[in-house]
């Protein structure tokens, strides 16, 4: 109490107090004084440095995610221009006729280079769909199976559209077969 001034009204007050109960009103000050500090000020400093951190890493994980998304609309990008490629590839032209044609020349010239001979051909149908259209076609061929196999490997390797149903395969001779199937030629429109 050496610090403040003998005719000061506040010394006045605690000069009469007993020394326990001046040191016990300096413990209750300054409890009060952490108190407010604790859960007045340092806790509102805490809970907003703790929300500052999580906008933080939500914000890096949202930054992550977008760079993932770029790197995909890259590839997407790119891929787009092979799939805009392949599309005019399977794409007929505004003469189906001549494009079916040139289809089923190419599937008669894969059976006599696979070795097959043709014994009936029918052309049954076209299928007009909103985005394609099929021509279908029956066949029947005859030849021994590794025959069959390399005029469907080379059709299969060929990379253009034709499907195959109702195969048959009748056995005629000891190596001989008997295929009958129906191809369809598929077109984009």
Request: proline share 2%; aromatic share 12%; net charge positive.
């Amino acid at each position: 109490m050496f610090f403040i001034p003998r005719n000061n009204k506040f010394y006045s007050l605690i000069v009469h107090i007993k020394p326990l109960y001046r040191y016990l009103a300096t413990l209750i000050t300054v409890c009060a004084m952490v108190t407010v500090w604790f859960y007045g000020i340092y806790s509102r400093l805490e809970a907003s440095i703790d929300h500052y951190n999580a906008q933080i890493n939500q914000l890096r994980k949202q930054s992550q995610q977008v760079k993932c998304a770029e790197q995909k609309c890259k590839k997407i990008a790119q891929s787009i221009d092979v799939l805009a490629r392949d599309n005019q590839t399977y794409q007929s032209p505004e003469n189906d006729q001549a494009y079916f044609q040139s289809r089923l020349l190419f599937v008669l010239h894969t059976a006599r280079t696979a070795g097959l001979s043709l014994n009936t051909y029918t052309d049954d149908k076209m299928i007009n769909k909103k985005w394609c259209c099929k021509n279908k076609t029956h066949f029947s061929f005859t030849g021994d199976m590794q025959q069959v196999v390399n005029f469907f490997h080379s059709l299969q390797s060929s990379g253009k559209m034709i499907t195959c149903d109702n195969l048959s395969l009748t056995r005629q001779d000891n190596n001989k077969f008997a295929m009958n199937c129906d191809l369809k030629f598929v077109a984009v429109q």
